[in-house]
T-cell receptor, first 112, second 108 residues
Framework: NAGVTQTPKFQVLKTGQSMTLQCAQD?????MYWYRQDPGMGLRLIYYSASEGTTDKGEVPNGYNVSRLNKREFSLRLESAAPSQTSVYFCASGEVLKNIQYFGAGTRLSVL | RKEVEQDPGPFNVPEGATVAFNCTYSNSASQSFFWYRQDCRKEPKLLMS???SGNEDGRFTAQLNRASQYISLLIRDSKLSDSATYLC?????????FGTGTRLQVFP
């Protein structure tokens, strides 16, 4: 049972480069989320999707875009990476009524 | 005031000890609360939900004090495998609000 799968696990970018982080879940959850985690800051919500076809901004959306491709997949795109986007990115999925989220293993991104 | 405040620790305790963490939250309207556990360089995982009447899951006991807006987690008979960061997570509206966590280190 894979749960939530994120790719890639590690990535190094140069300032200005673009990339897409992929996330897929096999738990048939309606809601999916993207977070970033920085030292001393805790997890901060970037974007979320309450259901297929909808996306909403979280606490720190600037510099990111998302696509809810289908119920399973939710991708996060950095159009022009900046050093401030160096972080660990976590994707999560969950059922809103239960308010429990299941996380992927994370993507460690460095922007030089 | 931060939405969720936790003592970052670390709490260094010997095996077999009892340790307690507290967390305060600012949103008095929060209705649901959780403790997540995060191992070093891993993803957060749900440890337990926190119910109004308090609840226990094996060696772990969670309690909620709505009047003072704090949540606690008690770990009895600490194991080496309990070493991790414990995240306090109230529900703010329809989103989970993650605390920065309290680090626990259990030593032999």
């Amino acid at each position: 049972n894979a749960g939530v799968t994120q790719t890639p696990k590690f990535q190094v970018l140069k300032t200005g480069q673009s990339m897409t982080l992929q996330c897929a879940q096999d738990m048939n959850h309606n809601s999916m989320y993207w977070y970033r985690q920085d030292p001393g800051m805790g997890l901060r919500l970037i974007y979320y999707s309450a259901s297929e076809g909808t996306t909403d901004k979280g606490e720190v959306p600037n510099g990111y875009n998302v696509s809810r491709l289908n119920k399973r997949e939710f991708s996060l795109r950095l159009e022009s990476a900046a050093p401030s986007q160096t972080s660990v990115y976590f994707c999560a999925s969950g059922e809103v009524l239960k308010n429990i989220q299941y996380f992927g293993a994370g993507t460690r991104l460095s922007v030089l | 005031r931060k939405e969720v405040e936790q003592d970052p620790g670390p709490f260094n305790v010997p095996e077999g000890a009892t340790v307690a963490f507290n967390c305060t939250y600012s949103n008095s309207a929060s209705q649901s609360f959780f403790w997540y556990r995060q191992d070093c360089r891993k993803e957060p995982k749900l440890l337990m939900s926190v119910y109004s009447s308090g609840n226990e899951d094996g060696r772990f006991t969670a309690q909620l004090n709505r009047a003072s807006q704090y949540i606690s987690l008690l770990i009895r008979d600490s194991k080496l495998s309990d070493s991790a960061t414990y995240l306090c997570v109230p529900l703010g509206g329809d989103k989970l609000i993650f605390g920065t966590g309290t680090r626990l280190q259990v030593f032999p």
